[in-house]
């Protein structure tokens, strides 16, 4: 059974960082590309990053220099590093991936770790 | 600010049909392909369609997609109580700024 865990989130002040995790079973995460995306309290959806199995990365205009996602192939891991975070980062953020078709698509999603910007 | 489109909400009476529409251009929907999210309050969201017209394993036949141009439709019919939910579309858009971008959503009220 495929499953994605995310973990990492907490309470930050503006202008600190955070790194997310997202443990990965049931599949191997340098296979596929591996996506976060985040939702703000009460508002839809908004894609933050993604990286390919090739280790390719492609980030939202928002986060552009400030968030980098990585993979740890050995623990099966994909991370997202956050700084300069501002307080309307808060979101619960996602990670998800397509595992069904080479185009774009998240057919597994985690069950999300909340970051709260706040002072 | 989402470049794709939808109707914020749509409602029908259980049994009926409900269609909701996504609307793009020719650097997202118009060249890539369409997915298609549920997302019941509190959960994650779940994958209805994909490749435009596509449906993953397990979602049953009362939810199609279809796409035409630069537009895309989501089709529920039979429509259950359960199917009460945000629902969101998606594709790659392949401008400058390349992304993933989600539709605005629309709410799916069953009366």
């Known amino acids: 059974e495929v499953q994605l865990v995310e973990s990492g989130g907490g309470l930050i002040q503006p202008g600190g960082s955070l790194r997310l995790s997202c443990a990965a079973s049931?599949?191997?995460?340098?296979?596929?590309?591996m996506s976060w995306v985040r939702q703000a309290p009460g508002k839809g959806l908004e894609w933050v990053s993604v990286?390919?199995?090739?280790?390719?990365?492609y980030y939202a205009d928002s986060v552009k220099g400030r968030f980098t996602v990585s993979r740890d192939n050995s623990k099966n891991t994909v991370y997202l590093q956050m700084n300069s975070l501002r307080a309307e980062e808060t979101a619960v953020y996602y990670c998800a991936s397509c595992t069904v078709t080479t185009s774009y698509c998240f057919d597994y999603w985690g069950q999300g770790t909340l970051v709260t910007v706040s002072s | 600010q989402s470049v794709l489109t939808q109707p914020p909400s749509v409602s029908a009476a259980p049994g009926q049909k409900v269609t909701i529409s996504c609307s793009g251009s020719s650097s997202n929907i118009g060249n890539n392909y369409v997915s298609w999210y549920q997302q019941l309050p509190g959960t994650a969201p779940k994958l209805l369609i994909y490749d435009n017209n596509k449906r993953p394993s397990g979602i049953p036949d009362r939810f199609s997609g279809s796409k035409s141009g630069t537009s895309a439709t989501l089709g529920i019919t039979g429509l259950q109580t359960g199917d009460e939910a945000d629902y969101y579309c998606?594709?790659?858009?392949?401008?400058?700024?390349?992304?993933?971008?989600f539709g605005t959503g629309t709410k799916v009220t069953v009366l």
């Open positions: 049931g599949f191997t995460v340098s296979n596929y590309y």
């Open positions: 998606g594709t790659w858009d392949s401008s400058l700024s390349a992304a993933y971008v």
């Open positions: 990286i390919y199995s090739g280790g390719s990365t």
